[in-house]
């Protein structure tokens, strides 16, 4: 290594060719800064913490297109910034469907079977749907949401990596996505668990 090279640009070769120890060279430089700048968008910790474990992996899956170390960090503050407004917006969206529950649930009178009928349907609809996923990502799913589970809890369960357990959850989420809208999802997420035991 000359004394003029930059030591992040000699990475590169290796991470590009799936280099574990030189992907975390650049998770410890740019983790905790990640985090300080996820948390300032989010408010939340945990979540921000999350968000930036989610570019990461993103990060890793891409590994190969990385041709400089400024690219791999513009990158990671892009994908932490879109993870944490997309979390934003889905909390969003549980919030104002928390509100509608609430006002369907005083309503209820006006017509309870009917009501409980259409919520029954839905969940029935979008449980079939989640027994269709491969075995670990309907697993996952089922931890993370029904459950309860931490992405900790899950990994050693399964016994696989925190990121994989991720990778399982985003892909989960996406493939339902196809069929279902995010509020009907943020439904059967919140009574879901209630209705139908977990399936693993």
């Known amino acids: 290594m000359s004394a003029h090279a930059d030591p992040w640009e000699e990475l590169i070769p290796a991470f590009q060719q799936g280099d574990s120890s030189a992907f975390n060279a650049f998770f410890r430089e740019h983790y905790k800064p990640l985090c300080y700048f996820a948390e300032q968008l989010t408010g939340n910790t945990a979540a921000a913490e999350d968000a930036v474990k989610d570019s990461f992996v993103k990060l890793w899956d891409g590994r190969a297109g ?3 170390p400024k690219s ?6 892009t994908a ?11 909390e969003k969206v ?3 469907f928390r509100e509608e529950v609430k006002y369907l649930d005083a309503s209820a009178a006006d017509a309870p079977v009917l009501q409980e009928m259409i ?3 839905l969940m029935q609809s979008v449980y079939k749907e989640i027994s269709l996923l491969p075995e670990k990502r309907r697993q996952v799913f089922n931890m993370v ?13 399964l016994g696989i990596s925190v990121f994989t357990v991720k990778e399982h959850k985003a892909k989960a989420l996406a493939q339902l996505r196809l069929r ?4 009907q999802l943020v439904l059967f997420i919140l009574f879901g668990g209630s209705l139908f035991p977990a399936l693993r």
């Open 72 to 77: 791999i960090k513009s990158f990671l503050y």
């Open 94 to 96: 549980k919030e104002n």
């Open 180 to 183: 279902f809208s995010d509020r």
């Open 119 to 121: 919520r029954t349907e």
């Open 66 to 68: 990385f041709q400089h």
């Open 145 to 157: 949401f029904l459950e309860g589970m931490s992405f900790e809890e899950i990994a050693r369960e």
């Open 80 to 90: 932490t910034r879109n993870a944490c407004l997309n979390l934003l917006r889905h």
